[in-house]
């Protein structure tokens, strides 16, 4: 697999593109988590007074709601984003007839779609500041900048690796409806895994977005808990599996 400087080229187009409906894309970032900030972190946040350690529920909740929102932002880019460049546009074939390469092109749609996670999880950490939760130190803020850039590739991989079997949109459905609204409400984001069945808690154990909040959490509260480590070696190892063999799917897919 050879990946150039050319990537740059590729990410700078999707930059160029999205300065178009950039505003139109800001609120569309904010609506759905903010919505979750709102009804969760103040409405039943209320109830809950007490049960994290001292802290108010919003502590828990908005390192979860910044991870899912860019998991959410990345796998629709590389989703339905992809899919129409792909097959509607026709812009994949125009940029492999320049000295673009197809892995030029899948990675650099890849790491725009991180971007745009990471602008959609910056959004909701800046409304998060807003309501004072903010991260335990300046170098916790830096990392869980790093922690942000990693899971947005992470999850713009494995909806690469959807889009280049997808025969069409009615496709994505079975992804989105099968895998990312169960990792949604069962990897921790909203609840803790501690009273959860036996059965539900290994479950979570093989969805990545589970390892992903449990060290956004850590990250963001400056603290680490029992099986951190496991979280960041399970998280990086499936980032990587995940794009080396999401831009080769995608180059078999463009190129046959």
Not at 90 to 107: G, K
């Amino acid at each position: 697999m050879k990946i150039s400087y050319r990537v740059y080229h590729v990410f700078a187009r999707n930059l160029i593109s999205y300065k178009r409906y950039v505003l139109t894309t800001f609120i569309a970032s904010l609506i759905q988590p903010l919505f979750y900030l709102i009804t969760f972190g103040i409405g039943m946040g209320a109830y809950m007074t007490g049960a994290f350690g001292g802290k108010s529920y919003l502590h828990f909740l908005v390192p979860g709601v910044i991870i899912s929102s860019i998991m959410m932002t990345a796998t629709f880019e590389c989703l339905f984003g992809t899919f129409v460049k792909m097959v509607h546009e026709r812009l994949y074939d125009s940029l492999v007839a320049t000295p673009v390469s197809a892995e030029d092109a899948i990675t650099g749609d890849i790491l725009w779609a991180s971007f745009r996670g990471l602008i959609s999880g910056g959004l909701m950490m800046i409304v998060a500041s807003f309501m004072g939760i903010l991260p335990a130190s300046v170098f916790s803020l830096l990392l869980l900048i790093v922690v942000m850039v990693l899971v947005g590739i992470l999850f713009a991989s494995l909806a690469m690796i959807v889009t280049s079997y997808a025969p069409n949109f009615d496709f994505f459905n079975y992804y989105t409806e099968l895998v990312v609204t169960p990792m949604l409400f069962f990897s921790g984001v909203f609840f803790p895994l501690d009273n959860f069945p036996a059965w539900m808690k290994t479950m979570a154990q093989f969805m990545p977005l589970t390892h992903a909040v449990k060290i956004a959490r850590a990250v963001y509260s400056g603290t680490s808990p029992a099986g951190l480590l496991f979280s960041v070696l399970v998280g990086l190892a499936l980032g990587a599996i995940a794009f080396v063999f999401g831009v080769k799917r995608m180059k078999k897919r463009l190129i046959k």
